[in-house]
């Protein structure tokens, strides 16, 4: 299981007060959403994408985490971009496959990974494939 973001933190000062400002004092914190503005100012919120690095060792039973991953896929709204394709390596160690998958937001992207329904497939891959996942968000 990976953690869900914290998001970015913003400290309030409040200079309504006549007195001077105690710099020692705690001051709260407020989480405030990874958001984007969009063509009418309206408020969306940022996508998340899984980027993996895979090297499959049992091609026939890879194909079982394909078919078990579908329901969780479809369930958080994934959408995948690359999958598998030819690729090139500029600098560093390469995986024989990588896939970026596109979810609405980064929330999106690790309730899918922690879910029950993935849970399942990701047994079935840890047990026939290597990879790296991470999610990243969009910008």
């Not at 970015?8 to 400002?21: E, I, K, V």
């Not at 407020?30 to 940022?46: C, H, N, Q, R, Y």
């Not at 579908?70 to 999958?83: C, D, N, S, V």
């Amino acid at each position: 299981m990976i953690p869900s973001p914290r998001g970015n933190r913003l400290r309030l000062f409040d200079f309504s007060s006549a007195g001077a400002l105690d710099l020692d004092q705690e001051l709260p914190e407020v989480t405030i959403p990874s958001v984007l503005f969009g063509k009418d100012e309206e408020l969306i919120m940022a996508k998340g994408y899984w980027i993996a690095r895979v090297d499959i060792r049992d091609p026939e039973r890879y194909k079982d985490y394909v078919a078990a991953a579908k329901p969780a896929f479809e369930k958080y709204g994934a959408t995948f971009l690359a999958r598998g394709g030819e690729f090139h390596r500029l600098e560093g160690a390469v995986r024989a496959r990588n896939v970026v998958i596109e979810f609405p937001s980064v929330q999106a992207a690790i309730d899918c990974y922690n879910s029950p329904e993935y849970q399942i497939a990701a047994a079935i891959r840890q047990e026939v494939a290597d990879a790296e996942m991470v999610v990243v968000e969009g910008v």
